[in-house]
Every structure is written in structure tokens, then in C-alpha cells.
């Protein structure tokens, strides 16, 4: 992997340091020696310029608009594949045959159940509680019930997977199901995974719920074009917090929570809240267009801009042709969808947004598919999770299995008060 070096000089003092290089070519100066040698730490406020770690779970090229898994494109990975395949290509490093996908599903619907003492929680949060926060409290308790990471977290850790994948949607669902007051709905071992998701989150006693073909279709999307994203803001945590030894639970706990933030997972909800009230102020673009550009506004447009695509996000490309589709068949006419498009094409003609390589990001169109499936926006960002879960859980397996991992413990540059002599409390002014 190193087969360069990058030579620098600090106070007149030359230093070198090797070059890793990646299968696509990415390369990364590896400052593992860098303060012993040198006596400084780099500097680099919201890790713009740095590389946590190695990985081959996904790549991303966000100067031409390319996103893989394990080395698949996501165009075709959304187009042939079920989220459960996809699940399983993240863990494993390889796509199913037939006997490992259907011993994978056997595994998905055996743990489908929550444990009914749990059920309990669920009477404890007030009925406006955030879904994101619900769900973080349940999978991180969720250890408590199933303590077989104790040990070895790697030794059970396919059981864990499969666990957690199939338990979220489950307490996911069940949040639901708690907040509109109505009888849980529990999970069924002839319906598949978004199928079984969908069919707790509406089928009522007294209207039951038809899973169309079209919608498992469409949400089956959505949760391959979310399953994975390398080192984003939540991944980084999941693989901070599982650092310091913490078993999965909790790492994905705090994975979570991380994602519910507007600048990252939450911003699917944002969007929504942002076009409604566009939509409520008569469709006046030109107004929050200025505000999205002016600096002393903290309003920004929601689903615009990615830290690391300098063009198109491909998901987001992918999930707007699926809008078109699904509204189509369900003979949905949205108009926030036409609101969504209008927004689009002036900021993409805007020199504020061209120069600075905004574009529509994976956020922009998802919540209007949401929307469609009758998903209410406070759980646009549980879906999200639903689907970033398989992700999370092989970045923290890679993270756990790769015997040089050291606690995630990042450095400073101190710009405080320099040491100065205690007052007691009657001297101070
Ligand atoms: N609207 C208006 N201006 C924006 C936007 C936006 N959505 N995004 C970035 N900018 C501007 C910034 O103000 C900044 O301008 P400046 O150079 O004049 O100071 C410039 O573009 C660069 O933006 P940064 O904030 O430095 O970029 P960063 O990489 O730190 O942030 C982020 C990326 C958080 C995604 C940002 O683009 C944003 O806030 N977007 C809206 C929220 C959003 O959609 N988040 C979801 C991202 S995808 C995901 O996490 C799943």
C-alpha cells in the first residue's frame, strides 16, 4: 500500500513521511510519526483534509458523482438488489448466494420480536417524544436484553447483525404505532423486510393494510441508496464509540444520534419543513433563495451540498427518477414536488450555488417519496437509520476486527488562558 513518501520541512528541518495508497487511488499521508518526530499535530477542524482509517467496505468519489459498496455500483445495486443482499454485501465483503441469503433471512425473521418487557418503554416517553430519540433509548437498551456481546464481540457478531437489522424496524415501527395511540402491529414471517416494516406501520384491526408491490419496491430503494457512506458524521461516531471498547448497542446508540442533526441525517425532515413553508409563502423562491446566501442568516437550503460530492450525489440522482416513478403509480399529485424541482433549477443556475459546487444531496427528494408512502416526516430520519444500519454495523466490525485499531482520541492546539496563579474566592474582582 505505501510506495511514496511526502517530504515537508518545519523550521528549516526536513521530515518525510510515507504515502498510502488505496485500490482507487486515493492517497493519504500517514502521520503516524508525525509528533514524535516533529513535535507537532496537524490541525484540521471538522476532519476536512483527514483520513480516519482504511477501509474496504465503500467507496466514494465525490469529484465524479461514483458511489460502491464492496466495490458494486450504487446504480446497480438500487436497480437489482434487495436491501436484505445489500445488508448482507456490507457485512460479509461479498454478495449472497441463494442458501447464505436465505440462512440471512431465516436469521432476519427469527429475531423480528422484541423482547415484551421492552414494550413497556414505549409507555414511558410522552406522546410527542422525537421517534430519533426513541429509537436511540431502545437500541441502546437493547443490550441489556441481549448481552451476548459480553464476551467476544466478534465471536456472536453475525447474531448481532441480524439482531439489530431486524429488531430497528420492529421498535421503529412500534414508535410509530405509540405515537398515533394506535394497537401494535407485530411482525410477520411471511412478508419480507420492507414489506414487514410497512405492514407494522399501517395495518390497522379494523382496516387492514395491503403491501403493494410498487412500495416495498420503492422503500427497498431508498434503504440500499442509504446503507452506507463511509465516513460521514455518524459512521465516525459509531466507530469513535465502539473505540473505546463499548459493545455494538451502544455504539449504534450513539450512531444514532449523531444522524438525527439537520446538517446530516435530519436534514431529510428539514427538507420537507422547508418546502412546506416556501409552499405557505406563496411559492417565494426569490426570498429564500437571498436567505440561503446571505451569511448573517442561519438558514440554508436543506438537501443542498455534501461535504465530499463536488457534483451530483448519485443517490440523489437515483432517488429523483424513483419520485417521478412511485407518485406515478400511486397517483400522487405532490405539489411539493414540483416546488422541490422549480427550487432546484434556480439554485443550480445561481453563481452562489455553482461556485460553490452545491448540488441536490440524498436528502433533497427522499422525504417527498416518504411522503407519498403515507411516512410521516418526524420519521424521515428513522428511515434513514433503517437503512444506514448495515453500514454502521460493518464499519464497526471492520473497526473491531483490524488488530491495529487504538482508541479514537484526537489531539488540540491549546489557545487558553497560560498558567497563572490561583485566586481565592474573597481576592477575586
Ligand atoms: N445552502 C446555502 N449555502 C450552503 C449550503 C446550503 N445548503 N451548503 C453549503 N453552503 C455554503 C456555505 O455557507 C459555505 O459558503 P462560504 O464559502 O461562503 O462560507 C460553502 O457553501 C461551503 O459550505 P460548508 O458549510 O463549509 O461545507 P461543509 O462541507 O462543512 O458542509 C453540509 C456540508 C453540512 C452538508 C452543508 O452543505 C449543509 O449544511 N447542507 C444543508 C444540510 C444538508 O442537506 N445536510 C445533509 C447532507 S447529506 C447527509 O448528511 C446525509
Redesign the pocket.
Known amino acids: 500500500m505505501t510506495n511514496t513518501t511526502a517530504e515537508f520541512i518545519i523550521d528549516g528541518k526536513s521530515y518525510t513521511l510515507p504515502i498510502i495508497e488505496g485500490s482507487e487511488g486515493d492517497r493519504g499521508i500517514d502521520i503516524n510519526g508525525l509528533l514524535q518526530q516533529t513535535g507537532c499535530i496537524t490541525l484540521d477542524p471538522?476532519f476536512?483534509n483527514t483520513g480516519s482509517c482504511t477501509s474496504s467496505i465503500t467507496y466514494l468519489d465525490g469529484n465524479k458523482g461514483i458511489l460502491r459498496y464492496r466495490g458494486y455500483a450504487i446504480e446497480d445495486l438500487a436497480e437489482k438488489c434487495q436491501f436484505v443482499e445489500v445488508a448482507y454485501l456490507l457485512l460479509h465483503g461479498k454478495l449472497p448466494n441463494e442458501s447464505e441469503l436465505e440462512h440471512f433471512r431465516g436469521l432476519l425473521e427469527r429475531f423480528a420480536l422484541l423482547h415484551e418487557d421492552m414494550l413497556h418503554f414505549f409507555d414511558h416517553f410522552p406522546p410527542n417524544a422525537s421517534p430519533m430519540s426513541i429509537l436511540s433509548v431502545m437500541v441502546n437498551a437493547l443490550h441489556n436484553y441481549y448481552p451476548e456481546m459480553s464476551d467476544d464481540p466478534l465471536e456472536n457478531i453475525d447474531i448481532t447483525a441480524a439482531r439489530l437489522i431486524s429488531k430497528i424496524r420492529t421498535i421503529a415501527a412500534f414508535s410509530y404505532k405509540k405515537s398515533v395511540g394506535h394497537p401494535l402491529v407485530y411482525p410477520r414471517n411471511d412478508l419480507s423486510y420492507c414489506g414487514n416494516f410497512l405492514n407494522m406501520m399501517f395495518d390497522k384491526p379494523v382496516r387492514p393494510y395491503t403491501v403493494r408491490p410498487e412500495v416495498v419496491a420503492a422503500l427497498n430503494k431508498l434503504l440500499i441508496l442509504h446503507a452506507d457512506?463511509e465516513q460521514?458524521?455518524s459512521t465516525a461516531t459509531v466507530r469513535m464509540v465502539g473505540s473505546a471498547g463499548v459493545n455494538l448497542y451502544a455504539s449504534i446508540s450513539a450512531g444514532i444520534n449523531a444522524l438525527w442533526g439537520?446538517?446530516?441525517?435530519g436534514?431529510n425532515e428539514?427538507?420537507l419543513d422547508m418546502l412546506e413553508t416556501i409552499y405557505a409563502d406563496d411559492c417565494n423562491f426569490e426570498k429564500y433563495i437571498t436567505k440561503?446566501?446571505d451569511?448573517d442568516d442561519p438558514f440554508?437550503?436543506?438537501?443542498?451540498?455534501?461535504?465530499v460530492y463536488r457534483t451530483f450525489?448519485p443517490r440523489g440522482t437515483i432517488i429523483k427518477t424513483a419520485c417521478h416513478e412511485i407518485l406515478e403509480v400511486l397517483e400522487v399529485s405532490d405539489p411539493l414536488l414540483d416546488l422541490a424541482q422549480k427550487l432546484e433549477e434556480i439554485a443550480l443556475n445561481d453563481e452562489?450555488?455553482i461556485s460553490?459546487n452545491?448540488y441536490p444531496?440524498?436528502?433533497?427528494y427522499s422525504g417527498i417519496i416518504y411522503r407519498a408512502i403515507g411516512i410521516p416526516s418526524n420519521m424521515f430520519t428513522v428511515m434513514?437509520a433503517l437503512g444506514r444500519l448495515p453500514g454502521w454495523i460493518s464499519q464497526w466490525k471492520e473497526m473491531r476486527e483490524d488488530t491495529t485499531t487504538k482508541i479514537g482520541r484526537p489531539r488540540q492546539v491549546y489557545i487558553g488562558e497560560p498558567a497563572r496563579d490561583f485566586v481565592s474566592l474573597d481576592q477575586r474582582s
Open positions: 471538522g476536512k457512506h460521514n458524521c439537520p446538517l446530516h441525517g436534514a428539514a427538507v440561503a446566501k451569511r440554508r437550503l436543506s438537501g443542498f451540498g455534501h461535504r450525489d452562489y450555488f460553490r452545491l444531496n440524498v436528502d433533497f434513514f
